[in-house]
């Protein structure tokens, strides 16, 4: 998948917009949280997504895709991987992930800043 396409498929939820909070990256956020980093993971493209509630259901990606998911740094604790987008996951599982991610964080958003779309 390419990253053009992620950042498209990540803008097309419901109430999602693009930000670069720090210089050089971009984010995708709904309500004020981000649910998708888009990055280039050492030149090659990637996303961060929350992956699961808790470090360990988010483990099992690592265990499915050891050469293309990783820890996310400094937040990874909480859940969030780094899924590398040209690597051997297909498009199809990327944006399921991306669906979830985005469900999980519009789920933790106070009632007032959630989509109504």
């Known amino acids: 998948m390419e990253r053009a ?6 803008l097309a939820k419901p109430g999602a917009w693009l930000d670069q909070p720090w210089e050089g990256d ?11 980093f888009l990055g280039n993971g050492g030149g090659e ?7 699961g509630p808790t470090r360990e259901v988010a483990d099992e990606w690592l265990h499915r895709h050891p050469g293309d998911a990783q820890v996310m740094a400094y937040i990874g604790r909480s859940g969030w ?3 590398r987008l040209n690597g051997g996951i297909d498009a199809e599982e990327l944006t ?5 991610s ?16």
Do not use: S
């Not at 985005?102 to 779309?117: G, I, N, Q, S």
């Open 26 to 36: 971009e984010v995708v956020k709904v309500g004020g949280r981000i649910f998708a």
């Open 96 to 100: 399921e992930a991306v669906d979830a």
């Open 45 to 51: 493209p990637t996303v961060g997504i929350k992956c």
């Open 102 to 117: 985005y469900d999980m964080v519009v789920a933790k958003l106070p009632k007032r800043e959630r989509p109504t779309a």
């Open 81 to 83: 991987n780094t899924l």
């Open 5 to 10: 396409d992620m950042l498209a498929y990540c």
